[in-house]
């Protein structure tokens, strides 16, 4: 059974920064292109970053030079580094595999996420 389990959320002033962290058991961690998404109230959820096998990786146009994605597959562990942070940013995140997800848009499994608010 495929667990995600993320964390390192919280509340932040806009320009700060945060880590999050995603443990995944269950799978061949090393053979997935692994990504980070996000949901904002009321909106779609939406592909943030992805990190491939080799450690390629893309963004949205939104978060580049901002946030860095990077993984430890001796820990099964994506990270998500987010700097310079904007209320806009403020969304669940969530991790999952990206192939996965592309195969299964409206019937994906996902973790509980982490909740990022960025306020004054």
């Known amino acids: 059974q495929v667990q995600l389990v993320e964390s390192g959320g919280g509340l932040v002033q806009p320009g700060g920064s945060l880590k999050l962290s995603c443990v995944a058991s269950?799978?061949?961690?090393?053979?997935?292109?692994m990504a980070w998404y996000r949901q904002a109230p009321g909106k779609q959820r939406e592909l943030v970053a992805y990190?491939?096998?080799?450690?390629?990786?893309n963004y949205v146009d939104s978060v580049k030079g901002r946030f860095t994605i990077s993984r430890d597959n001796a820990k099964n562990t994506v990270y998500l580094q987010m700097n310079s942070l904007k209320p806009e940013d403020t969304a669940v995140y969530y991790c999952?595999?990206?192939?996965?997800?592309?195969?299964?848009?409206?019937?994906?499994?996902w973790g509980q996420g982490t909740q990022v608010t960025v306020s004054s």
């Open positions: 999952n595999r990206r192939t996965y997800v592309d195969r299964n848009p409206d019937g994906a499994s």
């Open positions: 990190i491939t096998p080799t450690s390629s990786t």
């Open positions: 269950g799978i061949i961690f090393n053979a997935y292109t």
